[in-house]
């Protein structure tokens, strides 16, 4: 990185909900984009483990305001170390998480 460039932080919410997935779909591919090509840093706070996957590079688990597990978010997605971590990852409906890398071709469609 020249030192031109300033690496960017933008602090993100939930995304809209579910239920307008071409609006969310739109907003995770930019946010992809951005990061690839800008480098930027997402403080991603987020109940959807499957956006946090496409996103994130680092993920801590929290419960209750204290952090449980902290890690790369491969390692903490498909090896957790605590309980909680795994309580959670089991309780995902239908769990479609692949390795990271994988393209979000899938979300474009949506």
Not at 4 to 19: A, D, V
Not at 50 to 57: G, P, S
């Amino acid at each position: 990185m020249n030192s031109g460039t300033r690496r960017q932080l933008l602090r993100i919410r939930q995304l809209c909900s579910r239920r307008r997935s071409r609006l969310r779909a739109v907003v995770l591919n930019l946010l992809q984009e951005l990061k690839e090509s800008l480098g930027m840093s997402y403080l991603f706070v987020s109940h959807d483990l499957n956006v946090v996957r496409l996103l994130c590079d680092r993920v801590l688990v929290m419960r209750s305001g204290r952090i449980v597990e902290q890690g790369p978010t491969e390692k903490v997605l498909f090896a957790p170390e605590a309980d909680y971590t795994r309580e959670l990852l089991a309780a995902i409906p239908h769990p479609t998480f692949e390795p990271q890398g994988t393209p979000l071709d899938h979300v474009r469609s949506a």
